[in-house]
């Protein structure tokens, strides 16, 4: 019983220090930290590699991939660990193989790899250095889940959020509670940021009392004093991305399950369109100098001699190569089933341009010139998003718009906000003899722009059918181009 409740206690007591954030920990434990003679310059938990003190960059310092895209880093853990303290590493290390393709395995023979020791606070390099590098973790104050992924994401390539060029933006620094010689600590690095927001639940972030003087905030987030600053107890969601952009992980992203619908309503929501940019309504750009619905005659891509539709694109040169290969599957996907073929623009005069704008649009059908179909690099790249934007560049509207759909679904008027009304407006639509189809990938899902949570379409008559949950283009969908566009004549 005894010796229960005193495990009981001791569980407590881990349990209580690994809410702590990470800065509080890194604080405590290497406050006053002098390292041995054998270990490197450190700032902070940074360790300078005096050979080559720049910062980490895209060349030279990523772990290398494996041919099967994993990036395998081998690692040793040094025997003065207890069982316990060896099985947090563990689950640090373990913890970047479930979300990215990161592997950290145990070294044989291996020239470059991390060595875990517990040395003179916590610490790491940035990036991969060559031969054995440190990641110091030491017992008593740096073995928490937190500081393990900390640490582990600085030897991937990382630095400290607060060290971002855009953290102005984000958080005030207050140079005045500062202790004097900890101020480079916030000076502005080149930081690897992958397109990602600035987070303040990065587990890179410190928090609001790092490196006080005086005990007034060091940082204060902006334009809300009241966020919280750099409390995480492991990797966030951009952290994740980060990894995975940087290192070109294919990984299996969870919002490729999620439907067209609810991909556009998160990427567009709150969206405005910067002066250059057309006129929304939902994900589609209005021409205003045509605002007519469009029809078959002036529309269409041309087709040439040989019976196929060639659509020149151009892809803007601010895409990850992830992100670029995520556009082209899905430009691609239209010449296995229909004779549509996207290539590459020489000097045509009517294309698409795909761009990283204000959300997903595009136009329905051809406009004449350059005609922004705008995939934004923050929720826009996925399969099923870009075909659906690539359909309405081809011609076609989106599935509820059909004037037949009141035979196949039940508009709930009185759940939709209000001025999203008008995306339930019927249009003509290019339906080209085919059945009301669930599964488009240009039908929106039940709750779309509904203002109660309750649903907002319900297909009749069974109300349980699956609605606008696909994530790429129907048979429907496929037909209906090949019809439009006459592929088999
Ligand atoms: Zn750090
Ligand atoms: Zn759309």
């Not at 206690?9 to 220090?17: A, C, M, R, T, W």
């Not at 250059?276 to 469009?294: H, Q, R, S, T």
């Not at 934004?376 to 075909?387: D, E, I, K, S």
């Not at 008027?413 to 080209?432: A, G």
């Amino acid at each position: 019983m005894k010796g229960i409740s005193h495990l009981f206690f001791l569980e407590q007591v881990v349990e209580d220090k690994s809410q702590l954030s990470v800065s509080e920990l890194l604080h405590r434990a290497n406050k006053g930290i002098v390292p041995g003679p054998d270990e490197p310059k450190l700032m902070d938990d940074i360790a300078i590699n005096e050979k080559n003190a720049d910062p980490c960059t895209s060349f030279g310092c990523l772990w290398p991939k494996h041919s099967d895209g994993k990036v395998y880093i081998p690692y040793v853990i040094a025997n003065s660990y207890s069982p316990s303290e060896v099985d947090i590493i563990q689950r640090g290390l373990d913890s970047f193989s479930y979300s990215t393709c990161i592997s950290f395995i145990p070294r044989s023979n291996e020239i470059d790899f991390v060595s875990i020791e517990s040395r003179s606070g916590c610490y790491s390099y940035v990036g991969r250095v060559g031969n054995g590098q440190t990641v110091s973790l030491e017992r008593g104050g740096c073995v928490y889940h937190n500081i393990v992924q900390h640490e582990l994401i600085h030897a991937l390539g990382f630095n400290h959020e607060q060290t971002r060029n855009d953290r102005d933006n984000h958080i005030q620094v207050v140079w005045e509670n500062i202790i004097e010689d900890m101020k480079y600590n916030f000076d502005i690095i080149d930081t690897l940021n992958q397109g990602t927001p600035y987070d303040y639940s990065s587990v890179m972030q410190y928090e609001r009392y790092a490196f006080s003087k005086n005990g007034l905030p060091t940082m204060i987030p902006i334009p809300d004093n009241n966020v919280e600053l750099g409390t995480s107890t492991e990797m966030s969601q951009n952290d994740i991305i980060r990894i995975n952009r940087l290192y070109q992980c294919f990984v299996e992203d969870k919002s490729a399950q999620l439907s067209v619908s609810e991909l556009l309503h998160r990427a567009n929501r709150g969206i405005v369109p910067e002066a250059d940019e057309p006129k929304l309504m939902d994900d589609i750009a209005v021409n205003e100098k045509n605002a007519d619905p469009c029809t078959s005659y002036g529309c269409l891509w041309p087709k040439y001699s040989d019976g196929k539709i060639y659509v020149p694109y151009v892809i803007a040169n601010h895409y990850s190569s992830r992100e670029l290969e995520i556009i082209k599957r899905g430009l691609d996907s239209f010449s296995y089933t229909t004779c549509i073929r996207f290539f590459p623009r020489s000097n045509e005069r009517d294309y698409i341009s795909i761009e990283s704008r204000s959300g997903c649009y595009s136009y329905v059908g051809r406009q004449g010139y350059a005609q922004t179909v705008s995939l934004a690099r923050n929720g826009c790249l996925y399969h099923n998003t870009v075909q659906h934007e690539l359909l309405h560049a081809l011609g076609f509207n989106h599935e509820q718009t059909r004037n037949d759909r009141d035979n196949h679904i039940q508009v709930v008027w009185e759940n939709i906000t209000e001025d999203m009304k008008y995306n339930f407006n019927k249009i003509n639509t290019l339906n080209q003899g085919t059945p009301y189809d669930y599964s488009s990938v240009m039908q929106y899902g039940r709750y779309a722009f509904s203002k109660n949570g309750l649903p907002t379409m319900i297909p009749i008559p069974n109300n349980n059918a699956a609605l606008g949950t696909s994530t790429e283009m129907s048979q429907n969908d496929i037909i209906r181009i090949n019809r439009l566009y006459q592929c088999c004549e």
